[in-house]
């Protein structure tokens, strides 16, 4: 109960709810174009200084026409569960960018179709690591843009490797 009462006063905020849209797609098949749309809702809250709990749900979905191995029209869901570091003040860029990094467990799930049209689905546990950049847009700085880069493996047979880059609006408490 104390933590993020202490936390608070060494650092402007507490808790972090991001929504990001971006683009990303499998790092596993040859001509991966990184133009899947995707999208992350994002909360954090802090348990150390410049120490988060980050959780991240999101999704990348394919068109119908789309195949992603043997999947036709496939998406993509997450749950990610991650600890964040990040520097508040970045001595590097004057504190204009505030950078982080991340290191996750998860759960993926892939629904789409197979060559017959059968309908396909299944789920494994998987991994997250990214790289986020707070851009702030006020001098309170709770208004913030915010980027991320993002690497998935996910235990899945279709397809194990995923890239996702993300922007988005985050307001912090």
């Known amino acids: 109960m104390l933590l993020p009462v202490t936390a608070a006063l060494s650092q402007s905020?507490?808790?972090?709810?991001?929504?990001?849209?971006?683009?990303?797609?499998?790092?596993?098949?040859?001509?991966?174009?990184?133009?899947?749309?995707?999208?992350?809702?994002?909360?954090?809250?802090?348990?150390?200084?410049?120490?988060?709990?980050?959780?991240?749900?999101?999704?990348?979905?394919?068109?119908?026409?789309?195949?992603?191995?043997?999947?036709?029209?496939?998406?993509?869901?997450?749950?990610?569960?991650?600890?964040?570091?990040?520097?508040?003040?970045?001595?590097?860029?004057?504190g204009f960018v505030e950078p982080g990094v991340y290191l996750g467990i998860g759960y993926y799930s892939l629904d789409g179709q197979d060559e017959n049209g059968q309908s396909l689905s299944e789920g494994a546990p998987g991994l997250a690591v990214g790289i986020t950049g707070d851009i702030p847009l006020n001098q309170r700085r709770n208004f913030v843009l915010r980027t991320e880069l993002a690497a998935h493996y996910a235990a899945l047979e279709v397809a194990q490797l995923f890239g996702k880059i993300h922007v988005g609006l985050s307001y912090r408490v």
Do not use: N
Request: glycine share 14%.
């Open 13 to 94: 905020y507490t808790y972090t709810i991001a929504g990001l849209v971006g683009v990303g797609d499998s790092l596993d098949e040859t001509d991966a174009g990184f133009g899947i749309p995707t999208w992350q809702l994002t909360f954090t809250s802090d348990i150390a200084e410049k120490t988060y709990f980050a959780a991240r749900v999101g999704g990348m979905h394919w068109g119908s026409d789309d195949q992603l191995a043997e999947a036709f029209g496939p998406s993509l869901y997450y749950v990610v569960l991650a600890g964040e570091y990040r520097e508040t003040r970045a001595s590097f860029s004057g």
